[in-house]
């Protein structure tokens, strides 16, 4: 799994990672009709072909992916000598048939579009006993043990004594009006208390694993009691609210596949909100978002999730649409460079937030905007 320390290895030590290293990128997705027969062996050893790649270092590699069934959609290979990573990814990268391959300098342009195209989700499951936490990442989910680790059973337990379905067992159904009110108003204090504590707790835990929008689950009354508690900037990141598992002691595995469900179509839905944005105040095309970036004018860069062609760079920097932009820069030699490539090294470079848009609204970007688009600063 691409934990937080997983990616922040790959970005301090193979980015910097002294050249020359293989970059190998795999779709092994056992879904895609393409890949029977372990056909994306075959699509390795030509992009590695393709390469200036030494025999040794090709010939380890495919040996590794022989020995190994993928069980994910795509796999990633950084190799060199003596020295090898593999990752599994259960999402699908941008790639041109399947596999891309480099010889040279890191090539991590994949990586980091994925990197840049999903959020971590932080979903808490608010069961009958005891409160849960998973974080949802590059589809796959793990369980946050720690979050409200904090909290005491015997805490826990009056919870789930005091709820609804139980607030008037002590002393009978024929409590008096007056001494039913104060009861009341005693357990709703003690219950906002306790929900405000759990607000804290799970800021913290948003705040340590950069958690960047909330799914809350479970029953209809405590999610919005809780959703209704929470500090206005958690509040902003819920996404959705969803029902409890029909099933106690809920695993993991059906945790994702309920919340994914709803993932997919939120995404799409943004995207398409963002390319009304653009519509109105937004600059569309190659040439024009291209210049507007590299003069630090845009806070937003939007692209297709496979972007394609080329671009042509200047001996200073300066990235274009054409080759006579790019000599109006200066004299010397002019580069053409993949777009995929440079996009994320430019929004890096400008302090520019990169967001991808796929499907639909990457049919729509290149059709209404001419491939590439951007929200200005002012």
């Known amino acids: 799994m691409l934990t937080q320390e997983v990616t922040r290895y790959i970005r301090e030590f193979v980015a910097p990672r002294v050249a020359p290293v293989l970059s190998l ?41 022989e020995r ?52 971590r989700v932080g979903v808490v499951y608010i069961d009958s006993e005891k409160w849960r936490m998973f974080e949802v990442y590059l589809g796959e989910i793990e369980e946050l043990p720690g979050a409200f680790r904090a909290v005491a059973t015997q805490e826990w337990n009056q919870l789930t004594q005091d709820g609804s379905g139980r607030r008037y067992t002590q002393g009978g159904i024929h409590r008096a009006a007056a001494n039913t009110d104060r009861f009341e108003r005693r357990l709703d204090a003690w219950t906002h208390r306790f929900y405000k504590r759990l607000a804290g707790l799970l800021e913290q835990t948003v705040n340590e694993r950069s958690i960047q929008r909330l799914v809350l689950m479970g029953p209809k009354t405590d999610v919005e009691l809780f959703k209704e508690l929470l500090p206005r900037r958690l509040r902003e990141r819920v996404m959705a609210t969803l029902p ?22 939120l995404q799409r839905e943004r995207e398409n909100k963002l390319l009304d944005e653009l519509a109105e105040r937004g ?40 080759m006579e932009g790019a000599v109006a820069h200066g004299a010397g030699r002019i580069e053409d460079v993949d777009l995929k490539q440079v996009l994320p090294e430019l929004a890096a470079a400008y302090g520019t937030r990169l967001e991808f848009v796929r499907g639909p609204a990457e049919e729509r970007l290149h059709k209404a905007f001419g491939g590439l688009a951007g929200l200005p600063r002012w």
Request: charged content about 20%; cysteine-free; glycine content about 10%.
């Open 68 to 119: 190994s069934l993928p069980q994910a959609k795509s796999r990633v290979v950084f190799a060199a000598e003596g020295w090898m990573e593999i990752y599994d990814l259960q999402v699908d990268l941008p790639l041109v048939q399947g596999a891309e391959a480099r010889w040279g300098e890191p090539y991590l342009t994949p990586i980091l579009y994925v990197l840049d195209e999903y959020d």
């Open 244 to 265: 409890s598992l029909p099933t106690p002691g809920a695993q993991a595995g059906e945790v994702l596949k309920l919340v994914q469900e709803v993932l997919e179509p």
């Open 283 to 322: 600059v569309a095309g190659l040439d024009q978002t291209l210049e507007l970036l590299q003069q630090g004018g845009l806070h937003l860069l939007v692209a297709p999730w496979n972007p394609q062609g080329k671009v042509y760079r200047a001996p200073d920097g300066w990235v274009g649409g054409s």
């Open 25 to 65: 990128y795999l779709d092994v997705n056992p879904a895609n009709p393409d890949n029977q027969g372990k056909a994306y062996l075959l699509r390795a050893r030509e992009a590695i072909a393709a390469t200036q790649t030494p025999p040794e270092v090709g010939k380890k590699v495919l040996e590794a992916l």
